[in-house]
Every structure is written in C-alpha cells, then in structure tokens.
T-cell receptor, first 110, second 112 residues
Framework: SQTIHQWPATLVQPVGSPLSLECTVE??????LYWYRQAAGRGLQLLFY??????ISSEVPQNLSASRPQDRQFILSSKKLLLSDSGFYLC?????????FGSGTRLTVV | RKEVEQDPGPFNVPEGATVAFNCTYS??????FFWYRQDCRKEPKLLMS???SGNEDGRFTAQLNRASQYISLLIRDSKLSDSATYLC?????????????FGRGTSLIVHP
C-alpha cells in the first residue's frame, strides 16, 4: 500500500533562518507530488507540484522553492524565512483519482 | 470570483439531523471532484469522490451538477464524530497534469 511520510511534525524557526521540509512516498512510482500551505483559519494554498524528477511547477511567487531529487522525494526549502511563512505545510501525492496527504508540518516563524 | 467556493459555516446541528453542504466552482473544464474531511490540526482525508450520477457511502451522499457547476454533500443521521471541516476539491487538468484546488472548507459542529 502507498504511504506518505512528512517531517518534522512541528518546527519553530527564527526569521531569516533557512528551511528544509522533506516528504517521501512509498509504494508507488512516478507519483504527482504537491506542496500545500494552510495558514491559520484559511484554506489550502497550492505552492508547488511536480510530475517527475527535477520537474517543479510553482503556483505562487514567494520566498519558497521546491526540489524533487528522486522519484519519491519532494523537498520544500527557503533560504530566509519570513514571519508570513508560518503555517501548516502539507505534502500530498495523487494521480487524479484522489489525493493522500502527509501528516503535515506546523511551522512557526518567530 | 474564487475558483472553488464554500460557505465557511459553522453549521451547528443536533445529533441525528440531516445537513447539506454545497460547493461551487468556476472552471467548466474541471474534470473530477472530491469531498475531504479535515479534523482540527490534522491533515485532510478523502471522504468520497463525486460522480456525475451521484454516489452514496453509508450516511453520506455526494452529487455533481455540471450545468450549474456545483457539488453537494449530504450527511444523514449526524453523529458527534462528524464534527469537522469538509473541504471541496476540484481537479483541473493543466499542462497535462491534474491540479487539485481546494475550497476553504465548511465547518460542521454536531452537538448532543
């Protein structure tokens, strides 16, 4: 069965520090992968998606970047965090018949 | 106009009640549709897909109206455990890939 792992679960980082969140998928090949952010009391905002190794599409201009170095690995990064980067970050995989989410990373930038 | 719109609620209903949520979408080329459930501070989880002919899963019924561009979710005999936020998801094919767009969610509170 397919599983998706995301870590860490919570993170507190100072403004200006770097960020690296990792997501890995097991039990499937060549998945479409997605990064979402959910700010407090808000909906899910699609940040990046990837249809294959090295292929990244950005949905919104921002302070973040994504990479897919391996088929089942998706990484979200920032060189310098802003206060506005705080939120609940969710990785998901799917093929159009439904999407499965990781358990998320709750990031607080202080 | 937002791509996917939902009434944020909250819908506050007693146990045993029937409650319905609607979700409208703006892009007529949308391909597939889903309802997700999100508990507080947790990740969303797939509740059910929505098919053109309508579909039912126990107490839950989902329907799609392509002409009016909305989907609905009906919950019968509400349970306390149904309390959650229900997210509408619309899939659009963009550059050959499925791009899921989420509504902001409708909050349901079921009370004794």
């Amino acid at each position: 069965s397919q599983t998706i792992h995301q870590w860490p679960a919570t993170l507190v980082q100072p403004v200006g520090s770097p960020l690296s969140l990792e997501c890995t998928v097991e039990g499937t090949s060549n998945p479409n992968l997605y990064w979402y952010r959910q700010a407090a009391g808000r909906g899910l905002q699609l940040l990046f998606y990837s249809v294959g190794i090295g292929q990244i599409s950005s949905e919104v201009p921002q302070n973040l970047s994504a990479s897919r170095p391996q088929d089942r690995q998706f990484i979200l990064s920032s060189k310098k965090l802003l206060l506005s980067d705080s939120g609940f970050y969710l990785c998901a995989w799917g093929q159009g018949v439904g999407y499965t989410f990781g358990s998320g990373t709750r990031l607080t930038v202080v | 106009r937002k791509e996917v719109e939902q009434d944020p609620g909250p819908f506050n209903v007693p146990e045993g009640a029937t409650v319905a949520f609607n979700c409208t979408y703006s892009n007529s080329a949308s391909q597939s549709f889903f309802w997700y459930r999100q508990d507080c501070r947790k990740e969303p989880k797939l509740l059910m897909s929505v098919y053109s002919s309508g579909n039912e899963d126990g107490r839950f019924t989902a329907q799609l109206n392509r002409a009016s561009q909305y989907i609905s979710l009906l919950i019968r005999d509400s349970k306390l455990s149904d309390s959650a936020t229900y997210l509408c998801v619309v899939n659009l094919v963009t550059r050959g890939s499925y791009i899921p767009t989420f509504g902001r969610g409708t909050s349901l509170i079921v009370h004794p």
